[in-house]
């Protein structure tokens, strides 16, 4: 059986960041995701060479920062 791949240290997956953005509820849509990439808006993500995105801790947290409410 395959070893699953973590992503690497100091980054995070999608999945992680829709949890993280998600509520009590759950996650945050991937639908909503794909919405925010499309327009720019997203925290920039690196793509790997099998398609997957990652997104650095320090870019996440940048783009959380500029969210906040004054």
């Known amino acids: 059986m395959a070893t699953p791949l973590r992503p690497p240290r100091g980054m995070l997956t999608v999945d992680e960041i829709l949890a993280d953005l998600g509520g009590p509820s759950g996650p945050?849509?991937?639908?909503?995701?794909?919405?925010w990439r499309?327009?720019?808006?997203?925290?920039?993500?690196?793509?790997?060479p099998n398609g997957e995105l990652r997104i650095r801790i320090a870019e996440?947290?940048?783009w959380l920062s500029e969210r906040e409410a004054a």
């Open 28 to 35: 945050l849509p991937r639908r909503t995701w794909q919405e």
């Open 38 to 48: 499309t327009k720019g808006t997203a925290p920039r993500c690196i793509k790997l």
């Open 60 to 62: 996440y947290e940048r």
